[in-house]
């Protein structure tokens, strides 16, 4: 991550998220902070994770109580927690492209050990693969798919279905 100094305003944001139960990292790559900068501003200030205030996290029950069967408060849910997988997601694949060119072999026993980096490196990509379309529900997605396909007829046009087709676009274009 570039280095850059976080301001006063991205700090307080910070805090409030890590008292609202987010993640390091989630926060880290959403307000553009690393995540040893955060580390030590949560220590200076005696952040910790879903630590709010026990009168705020009342009413917070409260009003989860209200919207418990509302749309827009498990889309919210969902949204923090899709946001939270994608952040480790990003994560573990960084770190999995920085170790993968590292990998390079100049004898048998070190490139037995490069094979196993990479069947290692191949697994960890499976899984976080794996994660993202659980997360994203991808595959239910594709498998909602009861209708059939329509059916996809090619064949060969005649002179005046060309000569049609042609006329059309000439009346497009001029309109």
Known sequence: ?????????????ALALREAGYTT???SQRLGISVR??????????????????????????DLLKCISSD????????????DDL???????????????????????EAL???????????AIKNT?????????IEKNIDN???ELPELVIRELTDGEIEELRKGQEQGRTQ
């Open 1 to 13: 991550m570039a280095k850059k100094t976080a301001t006063p305003d991205e700090i307080s944001q």
């Open 25 to 27: 990292l989630s926060i």
């Open 37 to 62: 900068s955060l580390q030590r501003h949560f220590a200076k200030h005696g952040t910790k994770k879903g630590a709010i205030k026990e009168e705020v996290l009342e009413a917070a029950r409260a």
């Open 72 to 83: 827009d408060a498990i889309k919210e849910e969902a949204a923090k927690l899709i946001n």
């Open 87 to 109: 952040a480790h997601v990003r994560y573990l694949r960084d770190i999995m492209v920085d170790a993968a060119e590292q990998l390079q072999a100049t004898s048998l026993k």
């Open 113 to 123: 050990l490069v094979m196993r980096a990479a069947a290692a490196y191949s697994t």
């Open 129 to 137: 693969s794996d994660m993202l379309r659980h997360t994203l529900q």
């Open 145 to 147: 798919t009861d209708k």
